[in-house]
């Protein structure tokens, strides 16, 4: 799953991760084309654990919507990259160019 489509599959879904001293727990809603993260991070300080929550917002947005605004913004190029390292995680990788593209040859 890449992408808009990861983004959506995890509406409703609990994460947790923990380190030294440490908790996190965050639960993303996914509100139309928003992912909308609740975050809850306990900290140990001594004997007792704190609390405190965050709520964090990403949008979701098509490749070609993506591409669109950069060719918009006056990119000379972009592109998706097939094959990038962090595919299998889920993440598409794109290739932009700012400016004329001047080739030597």
Do not use: Q
Request: net charge negative; with cysteine; charged share 30%.
């Amino acid at each position: 799953m890449l992408g808009p489509e990861r983004l959506r599959a995890l509406d409703g879904t609990v994460n947790i991760d923990e380190a030294d001293g440490l908790f996190c727990v965050w639960r993303p809603v996914v509100d139309g084309d928003c992912v909308i993260y609740g975050m809850d991070l306990f900290e140990r300080r001594g004997a007792a654990w704190h609390r405190e929550s965050e709520e964090h917002i990403e949008y979701i947005y098509e490749p070609e919507e993506l591409l669109s605004f950069l060719k918009e913004a006056g990119f000379a190029s972009a592109e998706i990259i097939v094959g990038a390292p962090m595919e299998n995680a889920g993440r598409l990788f794109i290739k932009a160019v700012n400016g004329e593209i001047i080739k030597h040859g």
